[in-house]
């Protein structure tokens, strides 16, 4: 087999982009291989079958997404930045358009893409909570909280999405929920 041209980040990041933008169908290997300027063997070079390919798609956008907006707040000291530095994340990794809002819907007819939902939100709600209580909230209002926060972003992100979102918007939404939770005075 010949070596492929094209990175496999490449492939993985045509990949969310067109799934993105049409779910499961945009997914076409000979489609994306044009848009790169590659083969259909590049592809295969890299991933084995179509399967294998949605796998390693879904793990590279958490990792992208979720583990590296995680990572930047873990590196904060205090609970108030690591939540900060939440709001930050979207300004500073790339973040996949839409890509949640279709395994969302794919979620409702899917069982592995509904696990795959459930994965993921419930790790991004349960560290929020853990910053939470690290703040001194009790387990059961950090865990409402967390939630609450979730949401909030969620709406926020899906209204701004088709902007470019700047870390001084980000502040200022940060700073509208410090001021509606009170985290900056405490409980």
Request: charged share 30%; hydrophobic share 40%; proline share 2%.
């Amino acid at each position: 087999m010949a070596k492929a041209n094209v990175t496999k980040e490449q492939w993985l990041d045509e990949g969310l982009k067109c799934f993105g933008r049409h779910g499961l169908k945009g997914l076409n290997v000979e489609d994306m291989a044009k848009k790169l300027g590659s083969s259909k063997a590049g592809f295969y070079w890299y991933f084995k079958s179509r399967d294998e390919y949605i796998n390693a798609l879904f793990n590279f956008w958490h990792e992208k997404e979720t583990n590296a907006a995680i990572a930047l707040s873990r590196g904060e000291a205090n609970p108030i930045d690591k939540l900060e530095a939440l709001f930050q994340a979207p300004a500073k990794i790339k973040i996949y358009r839409d890509v949640l809002f279709q395994i969302r819907n794919l979620a409702s007819s899917r069982k592995s893409f509904r696990n795959l939902l459930e994965s993921i939100e419930n790790q991004r709600i349960k560290y929020v909570s853990d910053i939470f209580a690290e703040l001194g909230y009790p387990k059961s209002k950090a865990i409402r909280l967390g939630q609450f926060l979730y949401c909030y972003y969620l709406g926020w992100y899906e209204r701004i999405k088709d902007k470019k979102i700047t870390q001084d918007e980000m502040h200022k939404q940060f700073q509208l929920v410090s001021s509606l939770l009170n985290i900056r005075g405490g409980r």
